[in-house]
């Protein structure tokens, strides 16, 4: 099994930790944008901002993975619907990825690194 890149040591840049936080809250356009906002969010803060900190880097990859593993969750849920049983599986990914979002800005701003859950890790 691959080990877990280290984790980054916590920033003293406040501009730096407001962008790490962005980084993951940047996810919550989903909820505006149905389609791809969870992930158009983060790969634009992550895009923008990568080259200027290794930490924003390491947080913005974190971000994508979880919200790649959410597009794929969703779409085997979606194929789910036809049986009926892919619509509460729509709505328990939609307020996991709402919750866990909300604690990984938490955690960012705290200047902590956060590990989503159930990820899985597409970009190294």
Known sequence: MDQPPPLPTPSTSSDTRTWCV????SALLGLFLHFLGHLLGPLIVWLMK???SPEIDAYG??????QL???IY???AGVLCIVLIGIPILIALWVLNTVLVIIASVKASEGKFYRYPFTIRLIN
């Open 50 to 52: 990568r080259g200027d």
């Open 69 to 71: 593993s959410m597009l």
């Open 22 to 25: 962005l980084c993951h809250a």
């Open 61 to 66: 990859k974190e971000s994508l993975n979880f």
């Open 74 to 76: 969703d779409a085997i």
